[in-house]
């Protein structure tokens, strides 16, 4: 099974920065991955597909880059909504998801 | 647009079997270009897809459940369901659908969620 890994685990920043995320995968997963958004006790949200695609909807304030094994989300300046717990998910072997990363208000 | 709605039993004996179904709303489960997925996320834990389920009836799962999960669709009503048996108290977890947007025979991403809901593992 292929394994994602998410760093960091905690990310405390301030309205207005520029957040970087990054996901690694255990193997080679070309550019099979998806983020997403969750906030507490909601359904988790698709923000970005086949790495760098943005869903229709999503602010252009997000982007996703990367292929093979490493991966980033990156949010340049962030909203008061951005707060959030944020996934990557692979679906180059069924799916995987990372462990999450949680964007924290400094 | 397309809505996903959980419904089933929220607390389930350990042993039994989880029954769960998600009815779709807005769109046909017998769309082309979707599978439907289960989802769960227990307690302050991270996500862990269970399976899928394509309107055929073809089923993936997650080889760690795999032994214990069932898989459904019943495109006249809509819906589709999972059963997981021999439940444990680490089934304990918030369950979500999720419309999966892949091709027939391809992998996708979840791009429609269910709100989820919450099955508890006790006796």
């Known amino acids: 099974d292929i394994q994602m890994t998410q760093s960091p685990s905690t990310l405390s920043a301030s309205v207005g920065d520029r957040v970087t995320i990054t996901c690694r995968a255990s193997?080679?997963?070309?550019?099979?991955l998806a983020w997403y958004q969750q906030k507490p006790g909601k359904a988790p949200k698709l923000l970005i597909y086949?790495?760098?695609v943005l869903e229709s909807g999503v602010p252009s304030r997000f982007r996703g880059s990367g292929s093979g094994t490493e991966f980033t989300l990156t949010i340049t300046s962030l909203q008061p909504d951005d707060f959030a717990t944020y996934y990557c998910q692979q679906y180059n072997s069924y799916y995987t998801f990372g462990q999450g990363t949680k964007l924290e208000i400094k | 647009q397309v809505q996903l709605q959980e419904s089933g039993h929220g607390l389930v004996k350990p042993s039994q079997t989880l029954s769960l179904t998600c009815s779709v709303s807005g769109g046909s489960i017998s769309s082309t270009n979707f599978y439907w997925s289960w989802i769960r996320q227990p307690a302050g834990k991270g996500l862990e897809w269970i399976g899928r389920v394509y309107k055929s009836g073809s089923t993936n799962y997650n080889s760690s459940l795999k032994s214990r999960v069932t898989m459904s669709v019943d495109t006249s009503k809509n819906q589709f369901s999972l059963r997981l048996s021999s439940v444990t108290a680490a089934d304990t977890a918030v369950y979500y659908c999720?419309?999966?947007?892949?091709?027939?025979?391809?992998?996708?991403?979840?791009?429609?969620w269910g709100k989820g809901t919450t099955v508890t593992v006790s006796s």
């Open positions: 086949m790495a760098s």
């Open positions: 999720a419309r999966d947007r892949s091709g027939s025979g391809s992998l996708g991403f979840m791009d429609v």
């Open positions: 193997q080679s997963i070309s550019g099979w």
